[in-house]
């Protein structure tokens, strides 16, 4: 069963910067390397959005209301994907979930809490 786990989230004031990590587990006949993953993000009441994407071929995507602020990266050899949040707004405040997608398999961390406040 392939599990992800996210951390890193938290308060931070606006400006500052965070980095989100999401640990992917249980891969053994589904090597990490060849799942596309995915940052997305959820504040109360609206629906989940695409934040980020990383492909397995290294290929990113993102969001028009991060880019130039947001950077994704995996490490295949840690099975590991991060998102380094940089100028942090106050609309940036949500539950982001990392996401592990191939062909038809979709897997989803529980999230984690971002807040961006003075």
């Known amino acids: 069963q392939v599990q992800l786990v996210e951390s890193g989230g938290g308060l931070v004031q606006p400006g500052g910067p965070l980095r989100l990590s999401c640990a992917v587990s249980g891969t053994i006949f589904t090597p990490f390397s060849t799942f596309d993953m995915g940052w997305y993000l959820q504040a109360p009441g609206k629906q989940r959005d695409l934040v980020a994407l990383?492909?397995?071929?290294?290929?990113?995507k993102y969001a028009d209301s991060v880019k130039g602020r947001f950077t994704i990266t995996r490490d295949n050899a840690k099975n590991t994907v991060y998102l380094q949040m940089d100028s942090l707004k106050p609309e940036d405040t949500a539950v982001y979930y990392c996401?592990?997608?191939?062909?038809?398999?979709?897997?989803w961390g529980q999230g984690t809490q971002v807040t961006v406040s003075s």
């Open positions: 990383i492909t397995s071929g290294n290929s990113t």
């Open positions: 996401n592990a997608a191939k062909r038809a398999y979709i897997y």
